[in-house]
């Protein structure tokens, strides 16, 4: 079944530390790719995007995201993880063969920042 | 910038009762989606909607319809609510021919 997975429910790490939150999916073909971010209440923030080109890619907030064909994988990371940092991730692909963009999301990722 | 309004932050509503989530987008997207996030499931797909008086079943649309009367505007009825359907619902558009969906800032309903 076509699927997104994010093996990590709850990641905490010191502030200052490097993050790397994991994402795989199980589609045929590469699929758009997206990372969001949700503060508590709130909607959801895009932090990056793949389409195609680059496999490394630069998001905002000092996020990037490394697209990996082989692995089925698209990774997100941060050099330097701020208390502000605290939040829900989410994964998010939309299969090539989407008519109409609709977005499969992972379960999410929630990160816990310590002082 | 893109800005996708819902019309509630929270809403509080008795069980059996008809409940109506609006959501409003400014940008003349053709794609707007209505979504429900509860924890460990991340978001699942209820309806959406390609162009006006246009929809289509998601993964989970048991319990809920739509409306789409004009293009800005996408609406979510519980027909009549359920405790079940406690939880945050989230509203997204994006345009035709760009993948990248806008979300709004989501209501917290709670059914008692």
């Known amino acids: 079944a076509q699927s997104v997975t994010q093996p990590d429910i709850h990641i905490t790490v010191s502030e200052g530390a490097s993050l790397e939150l994991r994402c795989n999916y199980s589609?045929?073909?590469?699929?758009?790719l997206f990372w969001y971010v949700q503060s508590p209440g709130q909607g959801l923030q895009l932090l990056l995007k793949?389409?195609?080109?680059?496999?490394l890619v630069q998001g905002i907030k000092g996020f990037e995201a490394e697209f990996k064909r082989s692995q089925s994988s698209f990774n997100l990371r941060k050099p330097s993880v701020h208390w502000s940092d605290a939040a829900e991730y989410f994964c998010?692909?939309?299969?090539?063969?989407?008519?109409?963009?609709?977005?499969?999301f992972g379960t999410g990722t929630r990160l816990k920042v310590l002082a | 910038d893109v800005k996708v309004t819902q019309s509630s932050r929270y809403l509080v509503k008795r069980t059996g009762e008809k409940v109506f989530l609006e959501c409003v987008q400014d940008?003349?997207?053709?794609?707007m989606f209505w979504y429900r996030q509860d924890p460990g499931l991340g978001l699942r797909l209820i309806y959406f909607s390609y162009d006006v008086k246009m929809k289509e079943k998601g993964d989970i649309p048991e319990g809920y319809s739509v409306s789409r009367e004009k293009k800005e505007r996408f609406s979510l009825i519980l027909e009549s609510a359920s405790t079940n359907q406690t939880s945050m619902y989230l509203c997204a558009s994006n345009p035709g021919g760009n993948p990248e969906a806008f979300f709004g800032q989501g209501t917290r309903l709670t059914v008692v």
């Open positions: 998010a692909v939309i299969p090539f063969t989407s008519g109409t963009y609709k977005y499969i």
């Open positions: 793949y389409f195609s080109g680059d496999t």
């Open positions: 589609y045929g073909a590469t699929p758009y």
């Open positions: 940008m003349d997207h053709e794609n």
